[in-house]
């Protein structure tokens, strides 16, 4: 399980042995699988924008539709 900040009370740890690693992402079809990818690659470089995120040694799948919507974990 994965630490949670504690700052606001609100999060908790998200438990990453139920989402999909990054590498072993796939959908429904190639073009799916491909959109998803596109969408990973813009999520990494949104969190890489910020001062606060230096690197982003891991990610996770949750859940997605490509093009449309994807969950996104890191750390």
């Given at each position: 399980m994965?630490k ?5 009370g609100?999060?908790?740890p ?18 799916d ?25 891991r ?12 969950v996104?974990s890191?750390?």
């Amino acid at each position: 399980m994965g630490k949670a900040s504690k700052k606001n009370g609100l999060a908790k740890p998200v438990e990453v042995a139920q989402l999909t690693p990054i590498e072993q992402m796939s959908g429904d079809s190639k073009k799916d699988t491909l959109l998803l990818k596109e969408m990973a690659g813009e999520a990494r470089e949104f969190l890489l924008s910020f001062k606060w995120c230096r690197n982003i040694r891991r990610s996770w799948f949750g859940w997605g539709v490509g093009g449309v919507c994807a969950v996104f974990s890191s750390k």
